[in-house]
């Protein structure tokens, strides 16, 4: 006696599309962040010698940011103040014009898929105090 196949039926395929679909989800949204480097504490002497120009995916810059921007209120803070921690900031980056003082972290740390750069930027008043910093992607 020969065997049929047997016809697919809308609950099998069902389970294999929601299969599937769980998969897609984990690979675009959990995955990647298995694979981000870890942050770390900020250190002036280590972010001073960072250098973004070499190309690196991620730099020692974008794994300290976050400690950073939570130990760290600049409004207020003079240029001379910013310059004495961060050094000298990263100038000929045409991608950041919002900002007067630029600090490129390296590649944007959204994923695994980030082809844009990423930066710490400081606009000033006219006194040169700080009015406004934050992250900007160019």
């Known amino acids: 006696m020969a065997m049929t196949p047997r016809k697919p039926t809308f609950w099998r ?9 769980c998969c897609l989800l984990f690979a675009l949204t959990i995955a990647p ?6 942050v770390c504490q900020f250190d002036a002497e280590k972010w001073r010698a960072a250098n973004p120009k070499k190309g690196d995916h991620r730099t020692v810059r974008s794994e300290m940011i976050h400690d950073l921007l939570a130990r760290y209120n600049f409004v207020g ?25 630029v600090y490129v972290l390296g590649l944007e ?12 930027g400081f606009k000033f008043d006219q006194c040169g105090h700080v009015v406004e910093y934050g992250l900007s992607v160019n």
């Open 77 to 101: 803070w003079s240029s001379a103040d910013i310059l004495a921690l961060l050094g000298n900031p990263d100038d000929g980056w045409s991608g950041f014009p919002q900002w007067e003082m």
């Open 13 to 21: 395929i069902l389970r294999v599309g929601i299969i599937i679909l």
């Open 33 to 38: 962040r298995l694979f981000q480097r870890p």
């Open 109 to 120: 740390r959204g994923g695994n898929y980030a082809l844009d750069d990423e930066a710490l």
